[in-house]
């Protein structure tokens, strides 16, 4: 599926499809280098539609080298440059060059450019799980074979950026997906593309029913149907396409026993509102489906914070590990277990804390059949910050503890030397006192036994001391 680049005629850039996120970085870059101006910028699709942002046509500009945006502007632009908003590529243009003169604009959350991009970008992200979640198969034969043909009507721009995981979850059948924009085709090596296409061109008859009860049911996500209402999570177009809204009822029913029991058992009931467990649990279901940065590619599933949400200690761990990311809980794993025994060596009681993670998924390399362990990065912890910062609104604990650098970064915004903060507090943006010290997976690798026995001490001596600031701060 290659494109040509963009054609470039004087500021007017013409982008080879609507969702041709490579065009538009190309020809931008170049425009921005050249120092041209947002509004003297015509961006248009070829054979489509026209972005009025602007109306100049003031000659020719060079194709500059290009120069370095953060990763999560990147992020942000792939998802919004496929809306249906035809002032997408001008308004990310104008976010680039904001960038350019201030690299850390993408940190303004007043900026409504801002604001509004990455509206778009959550509203395709949005779009992307409605057809990863609702695209239906039928079962046709066609020369080759049985072949699965569906049909689906995306808001926006998000066939292409949708294809890859169809292609993973389905590698071994041949299928469809016909739209009315854009029609892709898979015949188990590859992947082609055709015209958009109409309902009559879909097969009628009945979805191939078992399998999709089976899928729907595995990926249905209970808590949004109370938070977001149902047409919301699954507007009405797309459920003639499904034979299994026959289990919602069950579904739903089977999932308010859970919550209903989740939040009985919770050994301290919430002191912040009757409606924290809803937000708490809206905020977590809302997580599962997070793709702000990539790590969400490969791990097993999102794993949220837990505790009660009247805790006075927020932990903040740097990600799940091979064992969190299997069990969807954080802290299970070795390094867990060192931290519950420090913990219970300095008197602190686990259950009566909430613990979470930096990043929420997990980043790995697959090594044979391990998967090991690699560091987020300063644009993961980042992407991911949001999620934390929201817990910790939702909570309003006493204090709040960094385990090490990642969880330092993400809670200061800033890459902190663990030895230079230890022991002292410092103050976050929201007011929270912060206390930062290492991460038990540090005291794991330490090859040296002597010197991994003094910093166990150390270790649950800063949990003392935290045990006993609480008290103070939250008697
Ligand atoms: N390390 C972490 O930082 N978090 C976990 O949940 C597990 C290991």
Redesign the pocket.
Known sequence: MLREGPMIDAHRVTLAAADDFDGWRVAARGLAEAGIPASAVIWQVDGGETDLFANSETGPRPVGPGFAVPRSFVDMAEKAICHSDPQRFGLLYAMLIKLRANRRAMEDSADPLLHRLEHMAKEVRRDLHKMHAFVRFREVEDQGGPRFVAWFEPDHHIVRAAAGFFVRRFTAMRWSILTPELSIHWDGEVLTESLGATRQDAPDGDPVEETWKTYYASIFNPARVKVEAMTKEMPKKYWKNMPETALIGELIAGAQAREAAMIESSAVLPKAGANLPASWQALKAEAAHCTRCGLYKCATQT?FGEGPLDAKIIFV?????DQ?DLAGR??V?P??QLFNAALEQAGIERAQTYIT?AVKHFKFEPRGKRRIHQKPDTGEIDACRWWQEQERRLIKPALTVA?GATAARSLTGKTVTISKVRGNPLTLADGNECWVTV?P?FLLRLPDEEVRRAERELFVEDLRRIRRRVSHLAP
Do not use: R, W
Request: avoid cysteine; hydrophobic fraction near 25%; proline fraction near 12%.
């Open positions: 794993v761990g740097e990600q799940p590990g969190e954080p802290f794993g390094a867990g993670n385990l991460h997976s």
